[in-house]
């Protein structure tokens, strides 16, 4: 009895977590490069198991049922976000595969996001204002005659006129679930090594979030049904409950 | 956790409803001579984590992900959007387009104080004493100040910035001044101050200044004014797409406000 009341507010509480993600998601909606969360939810082991007693079952009954649910780790879709036309010649948008390597700070980090304008002092920057590294992971300093005139070739080659001063640089991973988010349209590699990879651009445009507002309202819904749902099997479970302490153990 | 989807989706409308108010502004100055269109960039927010990466699983083997819940949306800046506007015949002498890049220099007040502003509109005026003004509110004076005089006619203003007239009986031209524009590295990091005007900023770095066809800058068109660079069409897109991404956002903090309801009746 008293069992179920807990996973059905396991189920409340991992529906709750999915209601923030589809808030976060959703909230980026217009974010340049966003690549949308999923929410995954996973079976819970028996408490028996979780404490790696199984073999030496505590309850016949109850640990042969599961533990109800629990928030599975982070899983973002990294697929291709659609390709939208700006007409700006520093929007830099990344077909198939990849990410822009930037500096921020003394870390490197990575971003689909190719909103590029030129600094004060004459670096390639995002629209963060943080430095875009090239193939050989060094700043992209726009020389002083070219500034305001440059365009960025499909293969990532910077260029002003016919000469070409520098090229994007485009790295990979080969395990890209170890990305982690960091904010600013940034992720962070932990655990994985990047390997550069050949670009390949579209210029004058931007690739937009991947949030698909039709199935995150879907979900929502869903998310907001199975939310109502445990919290009357919680309140189930409290009326029997009930019932077992005043009315069955009454005395008369 | 279902007051962090309400904050998400707070922060999801506030991005919106700015994005909003820069597209209404971009509709407004649709007829705004010299007027440049801003473009609202979002970025994601920092995100919570609920368990680090690396911590061990039942197994006794780090998990090799963690559990990270965004935390919305934001503004991350306004952009300016330099390319060209299209171009207007208006024959009239005192009007100049840049064609290319470059900014007209003018002196105006802001803030009770006298500084150097730039400009793209290029409708000039003489006022009372002569000087060659812009057609702002305040007219702004155009630096380096050109004054003509009261029997100059039929001014002319050459590709290179020359500024000419007929005086007296003529026929010769005479040279009265030069126009001088000014560039920045960074164009972009400009700050609109309204009445057609823009201030450099650290962002946009000093001003480069010289004459017209030199230097990089643009060169100079008489009779010809350059008009916004708004197209309505990709406002109204945008004005479209934001109001749903405003409606969507609230309907994420209904469903959060749904499940704070269904919590709070959980014991009746």
Same mark, same amino acid.
């Given at each position: 009895m008293?069992?179920?009341?807990y996973?059905?507010?396991a189920?409340?509480?991992?529906?709750?977590?999915?209601?923030?993600?589809?808030?976060?998601?959703?909230?980026?909606?217009?974010?340049?490069?966003?690549k949308?969360d999923?929410?995954?939810?996973r079976?819970r082991?028996?408490?028996?198991?979780?404490d790696?007693?199984s073999?030496r079952l505590?309850d016949?009954?109850?640990d042969r049922?599961t533990?109800?649910?629990?928030v599975?780790p982070t899983?973002t879709s990294?697929?291709?976000?659609e390709?939208?036309?700006t007409?700006?010649?520093?929007?830099?948008?990344?077909?198939?595969?990849?990410?822009?390597a930037?500096s921020d700070?003394?870390k490197?980090?990575?971003?689909?996001?190719?909103?590029?304008?030129?600094n004060?002092?004459?670096?390639?920057?995002?629209?963060g204002?943080?430095?875009?590294?090239?193939?050989?992971?060094k700043?992209i300093?726009?020389?002083?005659?070219?500034?305001?005139?440059i365009?960025?070739?499909?293969?990532?080659?910077?260029r002003?006129g016919?000469?070409?001063?520098?090229?994007?640089?485009l790295?990979?991973?080969?395990?890209?679930?170890?990305?982690c988010?960091?904010?600013?349209?940034?992720?962070?590699?932990?655990?994985?090594r990047?390997?550069?990879v050949?670009?390949?651009l579209?210029t004058?445009?931007?690739?937009s979030s991947?949030?698909?507002?039709?199935?995150a309202?879907?979900?929502m819904?869903?998310v907001?049904?199975a939310?109502?749902i445990?919290?009357n099997?919680?309140?189930?479970?409290?009326t029997t409950l009930?019932?077992?302490?005043?009315?069955?153990?009454r005395?008369? | 956790?279902?007051?962090?989807?309400m904050?998400?989706a707070?922060?999801?409308?506030k991005?919106?409803d700015?994005?909003?108010?820069?597209v209404a502004n971009n509709?407004?100055?649709?007829?705004?001579?010299g007027?440049?269109?801003?473009?609202?960039?979002?970025?994601d927010l920092?995100?919570?984590t609920?368990?680090?990466?690396?911590?061990k699983?039942i197994?006794?083997?780090?998990?090799?992900?963690?559990?990270?819940v965004g935390?919305g949306?934001a503004?991350?800046?306004?952009q300016?959007?330099?390319?060209?506007?299209?171009?207007?015949?208006?024959?009239k002498?005192?009007d100049?387009m840049?064609q290319?890049e470059?900014?007209f220099q003018?002196t105006?007040?802001?803030?009770?104080? @006298?500084?150097? /502003?730039?400009t793209?509109?290029g409708?000039?005026?003489?006022?009372? $004493?002569g000087?060659?003004? +812009?057609? =702002?509110t305040d007219g702004?004076?155009?630096e380096p100040?050109i004054t003509?005089?009261?029997?100059?006619?039929?001014?002319?203003?050459?590709?290179?910035g020359?500024?000419s007239?007929?005086?007296?009986?003529g026929?010769?031209r005479?040279?009265?001044?030069?126009?001088?524009?000014?560039?920045?590295?960074?164009?972009?990091?400009?700050k609109?101050?309204?009445q057609?005007?823009y201030? @450099?900023?650290? /962002?946009s770095?000093?001003?480069?200044?010289?004459?017209?066809?030199? $230097?990089?800058?643009g060169? +100079?068109? =008489?009779?010809m004014?350059?008009?916004?660079?708004?197209e309505p069409?990709?406002?109204?897109?945008d004005l479209?797409?934001?109001?749903?991404g405003?409606?969507?956002?609230?309907?994420?903090?209904?469903?959060?406000?749904?499940?704070?309801r269904?919590?709070?009746?959980?014991?009746?």
């Amino acid at each position: 009895m008293v069992y179920g009341i807990y996973q059905s507010a396991a189920g409340m509480i991992v529906n709750q977590y999915r209601q923030a993600v589809l808030a976060n998601n959703l909230a980026n909606l217009d974010t340049v490069g966003f690549k949308h969360d999923l929410t995954i939810v996973r079976e819970r082991k028996v408490e028996t198991a979780e404490d790696a007693l199984s073999g030496r079952l505590s309850d016949r009954i109850l640990d042969r049922m599961t533990g109800g649910s629990l928030v599975a780790p982070t899983v973002t879709s990294f697929r291709q976000g659609e390709i939208q036309v700006t007409g700006r010649e520093t929007d830099v948008a990344i077909e198939g595969n990849g990410f822009f390597a930037v500096s921020d700070g003394a870390k490197t980090r990575y971003t689909r996001d190719g909103r590029f304008s030129i600094n004060n002092e004459g670096l390639l920057v995002t629209a963060g204002g943080r430095p875009v590294l090239d193939d050989r992971g060094k700043t992209i300093s726009v020389p002083e005659t070219a500034r305001g005139r440059i365009r960025i070739g499909e293969d990532g080659t910077v260029r002003s006129g016919d000469e070409a001063f520098a090229r994007i640089g485009l790295v990979d991973f080969a395990d890209r679930s170890r990305l982690c988010k960091v904010g600013a349209n940034m992720f962070e590699a932990v655990g994985t090594r990047a390997e550069a990879v050949s670009p390949r651009l579209r210029t004058n445009s931007l690739e937009s979030s991947t949030v698909d507002p039709t199935k995150a309202m879907v979900a929502m819904i869903e998310v907001s049904r199975a939310y109502e749902i445990n919290a009357n099997l919680v309140s189930m479970a409290d009326t029997t409950l009930s019932r077992a302490v005043n009315d069955i153990g009454r005395i008369q | 956790m279902g007051i962090t989807a309400m904050y998400a989706a707070a922060t999801g409308m506030k991005a919106m409803d700015t994005k909003l108010n820069v597209v209404a502004n971009n509709l407004a100055n649709v007829g705004t001579v010299g007027f440049k269109r801003s473009r609202t960039n979002f970025e994601d927010l920092m995100y919570q984590t609920l368990r680090e990466p690396g911590v061990k699983d039942i197994n006794d083997e780090p998990n090799p992900y963690g559990i990270l819940v965004g935390l919305g949306a934001a503004v991350s800046g306004t952009q300016l959007d330099f390319r060209v506007g299209s171009a207007e015949q208006t024959d009239k002498p005192l009007d100049v387009m840049i064609q290319g890049e470059g900014f007209f220099q003018v002196t105006t007040y802001y803030n009770g104080e @006298e500084i150097r /502003a730039y400009t793209r509109a290029g409708n000039f005026f003489r006022n009372a $004493n002569g000087q060659l003004v +812009l057609g =702002n509110t305040d007219g702004s004076v155009l630096e380096p100040r050109i004054t003509l005089g009261e029997d100059d006619r039929e001014i002319e203003i050459d590709a290179a910035g020359r500024v000419s007239a007929i005086q007296g009986a003529g026929p010769d031209r005479t040279d009265i001044g030069q126009i001088e524009l000014a560039r920045f590295i960074n164009p972009e990091g400009l700050k609109s101050i309204g009445q057609n005007l823009y201030v @450099e900023t650290d /962002a946009s770095g000093p001003p480069i200044t010289g004459n017209p066809m030199e $230097n990089g800058m643009g060169s +100079l068109q =008489n009779r010809m004014l350059e008009l916004s660079n708004v197209e309505p069409v990709r406002e109204l897109v945008d004005l479209i797409f934001t109001q749903r991404g405003f409606e969507l956002n609230s309907q994420s903090i209904q469903g959060a406000d749904e499940m704070l309801r269904v919590v709070a009746n959980l014991r009746r």
